[in-house]
């Protein structure tokens, strides 16, 4: 277990009629924490009801928005769970999308600090790319989350972050062996965030060209989406963890006719390093 106690692999689930049941399934398939990305968060609600839902794994947000949620009502969510499922939120914060992001976010953090009771640094993650993001994720968070990287960039990052904070990996994954099925399904999200100009710069960060960026090259799909079967994918997950990860969110992407969480959550169980 890492110091947020997530141990090594956790499943992000949309939100469905089914979605509850799906998080319980999760937990006794082994993984070791069940979280809702960003866009499923249309309600803080949404998070305590993944607690009520499952008994012991940590819940976690990848992310919670600082443009849609003020500090009051992240720092209420904390102080309800913490009666009803104490030390099991893991609040991952993202944003703001403001000219200076950066005072914005000590801001909002000053404000959970002030809380009563305090949102503490042990219990949150920092949505980062860049080597600034990092190092306040370092110094005013238990870690980072970070979405489309690449092994040596994780490898980077483990550099800036140092060895006792965690570093966890959002993962968007297709279970799907065909390459054009897949890597259209893969290209949906990447299309839209490849425009924003922070994952722009980060993708440059990592090596890849203008060309790969603005036309979604299958080298840049390839290399940020794992696809594959559920070897494939445990494989991919293993460079992860290798690389410096410390747990990795597996956040499915699929479109119809291709497994969605709970089915590549089954069909991996037992093949992934954390359930070995």
Do not use: C
Not at 78 to 103: D, H, M, N
């Amino acid at each position: 277990m890492n110091r947020l106690g997530l141990g090594a692999e956790g499943m992000a689930l949309t939100v469905s009629d089914t979605h509850l049941e799906e998080a319980a399934e999760a937990e006794r398939l082994g993984y070791s924490a069940v979280w809702l990305p960003g866009g499923q968060i249309d309600t803080l609600d949404r998070l305590a009801d993944l607690a009520g839902a499952t008994t012991a794994v940590p819940v976690g947000a990848s992310i919670i928005s600082l443009d849609v949620y003020a500090a009051p009502q992240v720092a209420g969510l904390y102080a309800q769970l913490e009666k009803s499922a104490p030390g099991r939120l893991v609040t991952g914060l993202g944003g703001p999308q403001a000219p200076r992001p950066i005072p914005a976010l000590g801001a909002f953090l000053d404000q959970l600090d002030r809380a009563d009771p305090p949102l503490p640094a042990q219990r949150r993650l920092l949505a980062a790319l860049g080597p600034r993001k990092l190092e306040l994720a370092r110094e005013r968070a238990a870690g980072a989350i970070m979405l489309l990287v690449t092994p040596a960039y994780l490898g980077t990052a483990r550099q800036i972050l140092g060895d006792r904070a965690a570093l966890v990996v959002d993962q968007m994954v297709v279970a799907d062996t065909d390459p054009e099925r897949a890597r259209q399904t893969a290209r949906r999200p990447l299309q839209f965030l490849s425009r924003l100009p922070g994952y722009a710069a980060s993708f440059a960060r990592m090596g890849f060209t203008g060309t790969d960026i603005g036309q979604v090259s299958d080298r840049l799909v390839d290399d940020l989406i794992i696809w594959g079967s559920p070897g494939t994918i445990a494989a991919r997950v293993r460079r992860q963890l290798d690389a410096g990860a410390d747990h990795i969110v597996l956040h499915v992407l699929s479109e119809p006719g291709q497994p969605g969480p709970i089915q590549v959550a089954r069909a991996l169980a037992g093949l992934l390093p954390g359930h070995r």
